[in-house]
């Protein structure tokens, strides 16, 4: 890591002062406002509002605030910052790292990721995006909920190691147009439009559109094979829409995303700007929710959603290669929800049908097919919860989940919690639970040519979780959670072989896989407007049967977030420390990395305009991350430092 000394210094000289101001603020705030009295609540975590202390799971959450202050330009970069969470890139897509797990070639599979309860998986490969293909616009965020754990007790496959809730802005957030504007290093720019209202009549309007593009790293090292040159290139446009009126509210999102690989993919011919992926994915979601007097609480939901993929690769001068992939489906949701004495019981349901599920893939010039695949599939499930308080202090949680997958599997989930609070300040968690993933159409179906072929016998994976967790609040100012664990995976699924016609990929369930480990996170706040959260997670995964360990799997991770007021309310900083140690590749390794980002934002020093700018990766580090197992390099370099501006006005 090369970092100029001046600048060193002086970000050194700053960062002691900084801390000097909320040391003495601190003191001046311990007779003041109890911070920490009021403890946020999550909703995904029991399908209903209750206090993270009461959730039966380790909980994270980041808000529009944390997003505007830190600087956050994707979904991506949120995860990133969350305790014991990490992503890596392979300049195509953002990978998901929780507790260990972050295996080369997966697409997010094992991590459910939900738009205001909707889920936003596809129905081909099961990807959840977290980069510029993710379906809602970072601004348009109000909040961010990630719950770790299995969650298949009450979502069902994929929600195997964890869920990310994105709760969308309402029109009352707004209150009026606004427009927005971004541009920075690598030529990147994005234009945002958006309209916000509460009406007279209580109905709510929430819209957005944005375009954003980016020509990426100009020239970028690709070990083994040279420069890759303008071909980093990422372009997306996006719209989001939400209406409510009564009990009713009706919201969509579309994104459509055009990706550039630098790296090449199988064997392409590298630094052919030929070579393309593009994403498209929309959805329509009628949501109802009603409270009766009598406490009951029902919310249907009906929906449908749409997802392409096309590839275009050019494996020789004279003719390109095609990945057409189509799907689609509906679906229906009920959930019913009352308390009775010390019990709190939720019932629901889920129907899905996926009616397309095409993947064809063929040579364009010659209109030779090498695969044709159309299928189509059902999913249901019912499950139950209740919350039941054996005493003022004691809550034991526990649910079923069953899940029906047409021609695959039946599942039967479990999860239970033993929540209790000694003493005020203190709460106390055991956790277990069971969660699964049935294998995607992708997975099973998918062939091209003779270098990858489908395989129709796998069988799906499945996780139990063991975990307590502690949280402590210390003087009244800091919150302190520890969270031990230990994961059982069994019949992981992954992809193997060379991608040649001797040795061809195709997806095998190939081990097991133990991980324990620990989180550890204190955060604070003071009345002086400053925050900080520092966090440290351990980790160590073994795969059954290899003594190596398993690859993207980092033993060590720290953040630091710091952030506050540098003048009055008007300018605000927010700092991100973090350090991720040596990640296993394939057959070798890649070191540890520190990454620095710093941010400056000011709201109304113009009434109505906010400004902030960014750094990213702030002393330059020179970095890689592990690659996936379909791209012809074993390293992926990531970006050095990189500047944003950006303004928002709301007229």
Avoid: C
Avoid at 28 to 50: G, H
Avoid at 164 to 187: A, H, M, Y
Avoid at 347 to 372: H, K
Avoid at 522 to 544: I, M, P, T
Wanted: net charge negative; charged share 25%.
């Amino acid at each position: 890591m090369i970092i100029p000394k001046v600048f060193a210094r002086s970000f050194l000289l700053n960062l002691v002062l900084t801390f000097r101001v909320v040391a003495e603020d601190f003191t001046v705030a311990l007779d003041e406002k109890i911070l920490f009295e009021d403890i946020p609540s999550v909703y995904s975590a029991s399908r209903y509002e209750q206090p993270v202390t009461q959730a039966p799971s380790s909980v994270s959450i980041v808000t529009s605030e944390d997003i505007k202050k830190f600087g956050y330009r994707n979904l991506g970069d949120i995860v990133g910052s969350m305790r014991g969470m990490y992503t890596s890139n392979d300049r195509i897509y953002q990978r998901i790292g929780i507790r260990g797990f972050n295996r080369s070639g997966d697409y997010n599979t094992r991590v459910l990721v939900l738009i205001d309860g909707h889920r936003s998986n596809d129905n081909l490969v099961d990807f959840s995006a977290i980069g510029s293909e993710f379906m809602v616009d970072v601004d348009d965020i109000s909040r961010v909920e990630l719950v770790r754990g299995p969650a298949s007790s009450l979502y069902g496959s994929n929600a195997f190691l964890g869920i990310l809730n994105i709760i969308t802005k309402r029109g009352r957030d707004l209150e009026g147009p606004s427009v927005t504007g971004v541009f920075g290093s690598q030529e990147t720019y994005k234009g945002k439009f958006t309209y916000g209202q509460r009406f007279d009549n209580g109905s709510e309007l929430y819209l957005s559109g944005s375009h954003f593009q980016s020509e990426g790293e100009d020239n970028l090292s690709v070990a083994g094979l040279g420069t890759a040159r303008d071909v980093d290139k990422d372009r997306s446009e996006r719209g989001f829409a939400k209406y409510t009126v009564g009990d009713f509210t009706l919201s969509g999102a579309y994104v459509s995303r055009s990706k550039r690989p630098p790296v090449p993919i199988v064997d392409t011919i590298f630094n052919d700007s030929r070579n393309s992926l593009d994403d498209d994915r929309a959805y329509a979601d009628l949501l109802y929710e009603h409270y009766f007097d009598n406490g009951l609480e029902v919310m249907a939901r009906t929906y449908y959603d749409f997802n392409a993929f096309d590839g275009y690769y050019a494996f020789v001068p004279d003719d390109l290669s095609r990945d057409v992939f189509r799907g689609q489906l509906w679906g229906n949701e009920l959930k019913l929800s009352k308390s009775f004495g010390d019990h709190h019981v939720i019932v629901g349901g889920e129907y899905r049908y996926n009616f397309q599920q095409a993947m064809r893939s063929f040579e364009r010039g010659s209109g030779e097919q090498f695969a044709d695949v159309a299928i189509k599939r059902t999913i249901w499930g019912v499950y139950i919860q209740d919350d039941y308080r054996i005493l003022d202090n004691l809550t034991l949680n526990a649910g079923v989940r069953y899940d029906r997958y047409e021609g695959i599997a039946d599942a039967v989930n479990p999860r239970a919690a033993l929540i209790y609070q000694p003493f005020t300040d203190t709460t106390l968690k055991l956790l277990y639970g069971q969660s699964f993933r049935v294998p995607s159409a992708f997975e099973e179906n998918y062939r091209f040519g003779n270098i990858w072929v489908g395989s129709s016998d796998l069988e799906p994976e499945t996780m139990r979780s063991y975990e307590v967790n502690l949280i402590q609040r210390i003087q009244r100012n800091y919150l302190l959670t520890l969270a031990p664990y230990f994961n059982q995976e069994f019949d992981m699924i992954r992809l193997t072989g060379g991608g040649t016609v001797e040795n061809p990929y195709i997806y095998k369930n190939v081990n097991s896989i133990e991980t324990y480990g620990i989180e550890t996170e204190l955060q604070g706040q003071w009345e002086n407007g400053w925050r900080a959260a520092f966090s440290y997670a351990y980790q160590q995964s073994k795969v059954q049967g290899d003594p190596r360990k398993p690859e993207n799997s980092p033993e060590h991770l720290t953040k630091l977030n710091i952030t506050g007021p540098l003048w009055q309310d008007l300018v605000f900083a927010g700092f991100n420390l973090s350090y991720t140690s040596r990640r296993n590749t394939f057959s070798s390794n890649v070191p540890g990395y520190f990454l620095a980002n710093m941010t400056v934002f000011s709201s109304n020093l113009i009434p109505g305009l906010e400004l902030s700018g960014s750094i990213y990766n702030l002393f330059d580090s020179r970095y890689h991350d592990p690659s996936t197992t379909d791209l012809r390099a074993e390293t992926i370099e990531q970006n050095g430092r990189l500047f944003l501006v950006k303004f928002n006005y709301e007229f």
